[in-house]
């Protein structure tokens, strides 16, 4: 009783609860000034050079781009179709999550790692695998001469793709811990199967499935790449339309309204995320994931099996069987010819200084630096995290996040007009590529180590403290042999979105050292069967170094994982 009562004293005395806060704000520094200095400043110096003139500030300005009849149609279809995108995800993957939660089947970990290799394929993949099933000469089009490509169901059912595994992750890793027995005791007093579930089941699932629907929202919401290719003119999202007014039209003006309506709208998303996921964090009844899962039982359980793995081959498998496909349909027969095209130095009509195939390692190189710093930063951000506070430190979670909603291309195109002159000037120098993949990579970090740094027993960080031991030598001694593994992971994360971060990467990346969404994306913007076949190829090869990426992960993630990603 005498170490029980002075631990309370030690923990609720004002001594200790500043050494604590002191602890958090220096955990805090680095990933603060990471993303003041390099998210904050280019998105404000951007904003701030559209609204700014010779006479001052135009807020007026606001209103009557605004106000323009084709801007407020981007704005509709950008929420529109990030609705239905929504929509249609969770009613596709829903029963997905469920097979995988309660189902056990012969490869069902192969086939949970499938399912994830969508989710952290380059957009640019995404748009490309799409293209080679649904666009010109598309299998659609030569077996049924059906074209999708320009149309809104190509980008609503390409959005499906690469989200599946968002709403799998999240709802099913929470439904393979829910006891089925609290189900089982509701039918016993004589509710029906569908009550039952309705009445207990729902509830627990419902702040897990609003999480879900609110990441694909922000994804499809912020959507560039699928809908740059996909969509043609005819369709243009907010970030398109940022990209095309400040890189083709160099509108820097209406780039700026609509950087920040973007922005507020993310904010938002955000906050009701945050919201949803505290609610998420109430006491439930959890149980092994081994427990709850079964063979499937009668024709019913069969059937639905069967349904989820048509769905995956349908929608997941024939997008990346077809890209393949056509990465070897070369002239004069199947082959490698648009490999071997790869190594020439004038590839893509002079699109190239350097041959194609050097993006692969450009690519490489970039994504491990950013991996490093990405974990440098994302890993003392989920440190500070993992010490529960107020609001500050939920906003601080908060402002983590905004990278992956926020405009990439406002992020790139500031990049150039703020990192331009001593002390940092940066503009030529190779650090700025995985300076601005890092910023969508620490996000990822944070999502994976602070369930695992919360589950810590606070208790062994007492006692390590109480034997002397310092902070630093704390966290190496007691977190670090903990959350080793969960660091594994996040890693791979950071490396695989790194890989294919596109919005910013593609203002920035020097013609001599593209990296491969880049080079995806010229070799698709100029005409010629060998530019497109080229494009397929090296889009094939960068879906395999992402999915060898995720197998890597899938042996080093835990059976009990739960986390959101």
């Not at 195939?357 to 974990?375: F, K, M």
Request: with cysteine.
């Amino acid at each position: 009783m005498v170490l029980d009562r002075r631990e309370v004293v030690r923990d609720g005395s004002p001594e200790e609860g500043g050494r604590a806060t002191a602890v958090r704000l220096a955990l805090m520094a680095v990933p603060l000034a990471f993303f003041g200095l390099f998210f904050a400043w280019p998105v404000a110096a951007i904003v701030g050079r559209g609204f700014r003139t010779g006479e001052g500030w135009r807020f007026g300005r606001i209103g009557e781009v605004l106000a323009q009849p084709d801007i407020a149609g981007v704005l509709w279809f950008t929420t529109w179709q990030a609705l239905a995108s929504t929509v249609l995800t969770l009613l596709v993957a829903l029963p997905g999550a469920y097979v995988f939660a309660r189902f056990s089947f012969p490869g069902k970990q192969l086939l949970r790692a499938l399912v994830t290799v969508p989710f952290v394929l380059p957009t640019v993949v995404v748009g490309t695998a799409f293209l080679a099933l649904v666009g010109r000469n598309g299998l659609l089009d030569e077996v049924w001469g059906v074209r999708l490509d320009t149309t809104v169901w190509a980008i609503l059912l390409a959005h499906v793709f690469f989200n599946y595994a968002v709403v799998v992750r999240t709802v099913g890793g929470l439904w393979a811990q829910l006891d089925p027995r609290q189900e089982e005791a509701a039918r016993v007093l004589g509710a029906g199967r569908f009550a039952a579930w309705r009445r207990v089941t729902l509830p627990a699932l419902a702040p897990a499935v609003a999480a879900a629907a609110l990441m694909v929202f922000l994804f499809t919401f912020s959507s560039f790449g699928v809908v740059q290719i996909l969509g043609g003119p005819s369709y243009a999202t907010l970030e398109v339309e940022v990209y095309r007014q400040t890189a083709q039209l160099l509108d820097l003006p209406t780039a700026a309204v609509l950087t920040l309506v973007q922005f507020a709208a993310v904010g938002v998303i955000l906050g009701v995320h945050a919201w949803t996921v505290r609610r998420r964090e109430t006491a439930l009844r959890l149980v092994d994931p081994a427990r709850t899962a079964h063979p499937p039982r009668g024709w019913a359980q069969r059937g639905l099996l069967a349904g989820v793995l048509l769905t995956v081959a349908l929608l997941i498998v024939a997008p990346l069987a077809v890209l393949v496909e056509r990465s070897l349909d070369a002239p004069g027969g199947y082959g490698f010819g648009f490999y071997r095209a790869l190594q020439e130095a004038g590839a893509g009509g002079g699109t190239f200084l350097v041959p194609p195939l050097e993006a692969i390692w450009n690519s490489l190189q970039y994504a491990l630096a950013a991996t490093g710093i990405a974990l440098a930063v994302g890993g003392l951000a989920a440190a500070a995290l993992a010490r529960r506070a107020g609001r500050f430190v939920r906003g601080f979670d908060a402002l983590l996040m905004l990278p992956l909603g926020v405009s990439a291309v406002t992020v790139g195109f500031g990049f150039l007009i703020t990192l331009d002159r001593p002390p940092l000037d940066l503009r030529t120098s190779w650090i700025l590529v995985p300076l601005a993949q890092a910023l969508v990579g620490v996000p990822f970090v944070v999502r994976t180590m602070l369930p695992v740094l919360r589950a810590v027993d606070g208790r062994l960080r007492e006692a390590a403290a109480v034997l002397g031991a310092s902070p630093l030598r704390v966290w190496r001694e007691v977190d670090l042999p903990l959350v080793r593994r969960a660091v594994l992971i996040a890693a791979g994360f950071a490396f695989a979105v790194s890989l294919g971060e596109f919005g910013a990467t593609v203002f920035i990346a020097r013609p001599d050292h593209p990296t491969l969404p880049v080079a995806v994306a010229r070799l698709l913007g100029r005409a010629g069967e060998m530019n497109y076949g080229q494009a397929m190829a090296l889009s094939t090869i960068l879906m395999l170094v992402c999915a060898v990426s995720l197998l890597v992960l899938e042996r080093l993630r835990p059976d009990k994982t739960s986390g959101e990603f």
